[in-house]
């Protein structure tokens, strides 16, 4: 069957109406019964060559559309030289990505880390978390014998 018969089956299927007044992100490149569909304007994982099919646009997304979702974003001006690129480019990277959101979180993360273990190993005593059943066993936690965990960084 021709990718774009499957693709019009699956929103016949989530009964999408054309166009629907909210925006609805149904990804058409699964099969009928892996399809996701997203309420609300979210948008799930992009994985390379994702097609996502925005309700309110009747359109599927585009590279640059799926890029900016990943909070890869230079502003308007240039967002201009990506249009030197396919779509179908676009779509891959921004699938190979990951947001940049998480990135962010994650570095900060990294670099606090980082400070606890260069606090603790000149010999400070470092309150990191509270006492909670939440946070026992974990490697940051005060009075526990867990400098090892942060010692391998060093």
């Known amino acids: 069957m ?8 699956i929103l016949v299927l989530e009964k999408v109406a054309i166009p629907e007044v909210t925006r609805r992100i149904v990804d058409v490149s699964q099969t009928c019964s892996r399809t996701r569909v997203l309420e609300s304007g979210c948008l799930a994982t992009i994985l390379p060559r994702t097609k996502a099919y925005i ?11 799926a890029l900016r979702a990943q909070g890869i974003s230079w502003g308007k ?4 030289k990506l ?3 396919s779509s ?3 779509m ?3 699938g190979n990505a990951f947001h940049t959101g998480c990135c962010c979180a994650m570095f900060f993360v990294m670099i606090v880390a980082l ?3 260069h606090r603790r190993k000149a010999g400070d005593k470092v309150h990191t978390i509270r006492n909670s059943d939440l ?3 974990s490697a940051l936690m005060d009075g526990e014998d867990s400098d090892g965990d942060l010692d391998s960084v060093w």
């Open 92 to 94: 891959d990277l921004a």
């Open 2 to 9: 021709p990718s774009a018969r499957r693709e019009l089956e």
């Open 88 to 90: 179908d480019f676009l």
């Open 115 to 117: 400070g606890i273990g």
């Open 77 to 80: 001006e240039s967002d201009k």
């Open 135 to 137: 946070f026992r066993g």
């Open 55 to 65: 309700t309110d646009r009747c359109r599927t997304m585009v590279g640059a559309e």
């Open 83 to 85: 249009g030197k690129f």
